[in-house]
């Protein structure tokens, strides 16, 4: 099954008498292996269409599906089940938990998948990965701004997903970690089991993408 397989997403929002029109029709798939970005103007429906995937918000009409499994329409619980499970999240809010460090962010991300008692080892496996071996445990607030996205990263890579949504995801790197954070993204892909699906405006992060998708006025084309 495709990592991500969303078709004909709809989204509106009614304000008083207005009605917003954010995603109109939205269908795209991500096949393993794959690492597809987004871009798009301001308003065109990117964080739309990223929580609708997520199943963070319902979209009014279509169907999400994660490794095959159908995240939309259903219940709250069920959908953060499948989240927790399946998607790795990078959004532009911080996912980070201020009061716990670095391994126990990644616990907190374990346990909410059903997964309790990761043994060290694969925390330390984990942040290897990222280039954070030896800040495991390091607060949040102790961590300089390229460690930071990359313990968010690490938490979002907390459950081996089936699918990563990222919104931005260096956004304000330097170029020398946004260039290491790129390389692992693509090489998650590079196995052929997962997928990565990138809200970008970096022409570093396109120029490394297998495809670049543009949503405009909520409707997406290649
Ligand atoms: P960006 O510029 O990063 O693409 P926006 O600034 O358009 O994003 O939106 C930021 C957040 O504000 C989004 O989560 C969106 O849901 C919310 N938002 C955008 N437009 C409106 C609106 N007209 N009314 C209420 N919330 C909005
Ligand atoms: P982007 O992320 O590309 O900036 P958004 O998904 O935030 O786009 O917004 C898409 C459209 O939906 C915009 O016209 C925005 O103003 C509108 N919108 C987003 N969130 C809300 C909201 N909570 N209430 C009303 N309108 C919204």
């Given at each position: 099954?495709?990592?991500?397989?969303?078709?004909?997403?709809?989204?509106?929002?009614?304000?008083?008498?207005?009605?917003?029109?954010?995603?109109r029709?939205?269908?795209?798939t991500?096949?393993?292996?794959?690492?597809?970005?987004?871009?798009?103007?301001?308003?065109?429906?990117?964080?739309?269409?990223?929580?609708?995937l997520?199943?963070?918000?319902?979209?009014?009409?279509?169907?999400?599906?994660?490794?095959?499994?159908?995240?939309s329409?259903?219940?709250e619980?069920?959908?953060?089940?499948?989240?927790?499970?399946?998607?790795?999240?990078?959004?532009?809010?911080?996912?980070?938990?201020?009061?716990?460090?670095?391994?126990?962010n990644?616990?907190?991300?374990?346990?909410?998948?059903?997964?309790?008692?990761?043994?060290?080892?694969d925390?330390?496996?984990?942040?290897?990965?990222?280039?954070l071996?030896?800040?495991?445990?390091?607060?949040?607030?102790?961590?300089?701004?390229?460690?930071?996205?990359?313990?968010?990263?690490?938490?979002?890579?907390?459950?081996d997903?089936?699918l990563?949504?990222a919104?931005e995801?260096t956004?304000?790197?330097d170029?020398?970690?946004?260039?290491?954070?790129?390389?692992?993204?693509?090489?998650?892909?590079?196995?052929?089991?997962r997928?990565v699906?990138l809200?970008?405006?970096?022409?570093?992060?396109?120029?490394g993408?297998?495809?670049?998708?543009?949503?405009?006025?909520?409707?997406?084309?290649?």
């Amino acid at each position: 099954a495709p990592a991500l397989d969303a078709r004909e997403l709809y989204r509106f929002y009614r304000a008083g008498e207005e009605e917003t029109l954010a995603l109109r029709g939205v269908s795209l798939t991500v096949a393993p292996g794959e690492l597809v970005a987004v871009v798009g103007p301001s308003g065109s429906g990117k964080s739309t269409l990223l929580a609708c995937l997520a199943g963070l918000d319902e979209p009014a009409g279509g169907s999400v599906r994660i490794a095959g499994e159908r995240i939309s329409h259903r219940p709250e619980a069920e959908r953060a089940g499948i989240r927790a499970r399946r998607i790795g999240i990078l959004l532009q809010t911080e996912n980070l938990i201020a009061h716990l460090d670095v391994a126990r962010n990644i616990r907190l991300a374990r346990t909410a998948a059903g997964r309790h008692g990761t043994p060290a080892q694969d925390i330390d496996v984990l942040l290897d990965q990222v280039g954070l071996l030896g800040r495991a445990h390091a607060l949040p607030r102790e961590l300089a701004g390229g460690e930071v996205a990359r313990a968010a990263l690490a938490v979002a890579l907390a459950n081996d997903p089936d699918l990563l949504l990222a919104d931005e995801p260096t956004g304000e790197l330097d170029g020398s970690t946004e260039h290491r954070i790129l390389e692992l993204l693509r090489a998650r892909g590079s196995d052929g089991r997962r997928g990565v699906l990138l809200v970008t405006h970096s022409t570093a992060v396109l120029a490394g993408a297998d495809r670049v998708l543009t949503l405009r006025d909520g409707r997406l084309r290649a």
